[in-house]
Nanobody
């Protein structure tokens, strides 16, 4: 059974870096057959799109708030998806969720395009 599992969250000071990882423990979901994305949800706020990588071509997409600071990537086997986060800010504090889906290109930033979700990993940016 497909189950996405995230790791790599933690407490970091402003300006610091973290790398999140996500993989399906059942090895059913891979970057070859699913579009992969990261969303985040801060306390008291709606879940929002962060970044995505398409299964075909590996094209990447980012929210404006993280563009230039975050990088989404896949390993060569396309089993693990990473989110490299640089120059972290307090407003990046949230639970980060990995997601997998097969939606059309125009829905890449929409939660509805993703069928499988991980439980999330907490990222806290604070001094």
């Amino acid at each position: 059974q497909a189950q996405l599992v995230e790791s790599g969250g933690g407490l970091v000071q402003p300006g610091g870096s973290l790398r999140l990882s996500c993989a399906d423990s059942g090895r059913t979901i891979t970057g070859s057959n699913f579009n992969m994305a990261w969303f985040r949800q801060a306390p008291g706020k709606d879940r929002e799109f962060v970044a995505a990588v398409r299964r075909s071509g590996g094209y990447t997409y980012y929210a404006d708030s993280v563009k230039g600071r975050f990088t989404i990537s896949r390993d060569k086997a396309k089993i693990t998806v990473f989110l490299q986060m640089e120059d972290l800010k307090p407003e990046d504090t949230a639970v980060y969720h990995c997601a997998a889906g097969q939606g059309i290109l125009s829905s890449t930033r929409e939660e509805s395009a993703y069928r499988y979700w991980g439980q999330g990993t907490q990222v806290t940016v604070s001094s």
